[in-house]
């Protein structure tokens, strides 16, 4: 039997890999071990408890104010004692956090193939985003097994010297979760107030969005919903200090504008589900929006997901003020345009891909 170790730690990375553990938790090939790092304590939590996770061991690494240095020390440390432990054949990391480019430093440092989910992805700038862009490539680097969302994502792990036997194009486990969190009968105070009107989902927090950026974002935010009386802008806002400060400066007071606390993912998902349109600068948003029929804007200078641009499900705006208010109008303006990209199929994946994976890895 195969025994494989999965390391995760925030609820982006328990969003697409618990569907994942769960797949292989079925195979009697597979010996699943979990191992969080709780770089986002309470968030992580909650992910979990959707898909119905227990840990087999919880490094517990968060603390107030953590830096980048504390979360590679602390994952190295505690993985270290944990690979020791259950001396497992493969490592699985997911994504471009840094716990998975720690996760995957450890294991690499301990001789222990790594398995990476969600590889291939690249703006080729390393400052954006930072530091994921770097820690996805890192990882791939020193990857024995990567599973590519897309084609595009595994040619350019062909470009940089991954063979094609260390290479799988299986499409994005996020589009698994979905068939967890989206909830067609879900109902909120949120989307009672949006009855009559169109409902825009923001999601922002990028750290290198913050400053400049982000007060143009926010203000571009603010002119949408001023000039759009129609709409209802809801903005589940981050808990980063510096991206609430300015959330408070920029939205608050506006009638038609909800600044909420983060919300769990069966909320968020169900809300994105019922929107007329997504103005984000995250990554996994712009994978999961297609599948649920929502249109995005993506508030960012460049994207390691071009998939969504070349297909016509997502619009990338940058973060200038005029330029994320102009996609905006476009689609609030032209219903034949918002309605051709609702319905355009999503790039990045059909539901199926934990098991792709899991069969990969029962065979290899």
């Given at each position: ?148 969302p897309t084609e ?97 400066e920029y939205l ?81 303006n032209d219903k ?29």
């Amino acid at each position: 039997m195969k025994k494989i170790l999965t390391v995760f730690g925030t609820r982006p990375e328990a969003m697409k890999m618990c569907p994942l553990v769960i797949e292989m938790k079925r195979r009697s090939g597979l010996e699943t071990i979990v191992c969080v790092t709780s770089q986002h304590k309470e968030m992580l939590a909650s992910a979990l408890a959707i898909f119905g996770v227990a840990p087999d061991f919880d490094l517990d690494i968060m603390k107030e104010r953590q830096t980048l240095f504390d979360i590679n020390k602390n994952t190295v440390r505690g993985l270290r004692e944990v690979i020791e432990k259950t001396r497992p054949d493969i490592v699985a990391v997911h994504g471009d956090t840094t716990t998975a480019f720690a996760s995957a430093l450890c294991a690499f440092y301990m001789g222990v193939p790594v398995a990476h989910v969600e590889a291939g992805l690249r703006t080729y700038d390393v400052q954006s985003p930072y530091p994921e862009e770097f820690n996805r490539a890192a990882i791939d680097k020193i990857a024995r097994y990567c599973f590519a969302p897309t084609e595009r994502a595994a040619e350019n792990l062909r470009r940089e010297g991954k063979r094609d036997g260390e290479i799988f194009t299986v499409g994005n486990t996020a589009i698994d979760a979905l068939k967890y969190t989206a909830k067609s009968d879900y109902e909120s105070d949120i989307l009672r107030a949006a009855r009559g009107r169109r409902l825009i989902t923001v999601t922002a927090h990028r750290r290198e969005n913050i400053g400049g950026g982000m007060k143009n974002m926010f203000a571009a935010i603010r002119d949408i919903a001023m000039s759009y009386p129609d709409t209802l802008t809801v903005y589940p806002v981050h808990k980063n200090p510096a991206v609430t400060s300015l959330a408070k400066e920029y939205l608050s007071g506006v009638g038609n504008i909800i600044l909420t606390e983060p919300m769990e993912a069966v909320e968020f998902h169900s809300t994105l589900a019922r929107s007329y349109l997504t103005l984000t600068d995250s990554g996994g948003i712009q994978e999961e929006a297609p599948s649920l029929g929502c249109p995005v804007i993506v508030m960012r200078d460049t994207t390691e997901r071009p998939e969504a641009i070349e297909a016509g499900t997502a619009i990338l705006a940058g973060t200038g003020r005029k330029e994320i208010f102009d996609a905006a109008a476009r689609l609030l303006n032209d219903k034949s345009l918002h309605d051709k990209m609702k319905s355009i199929k999503n790039p990045f994946g059909d539901g199926h891909t934990s098991e792709r994976i899991a069969d990969i890895l029962e065979k290899i």
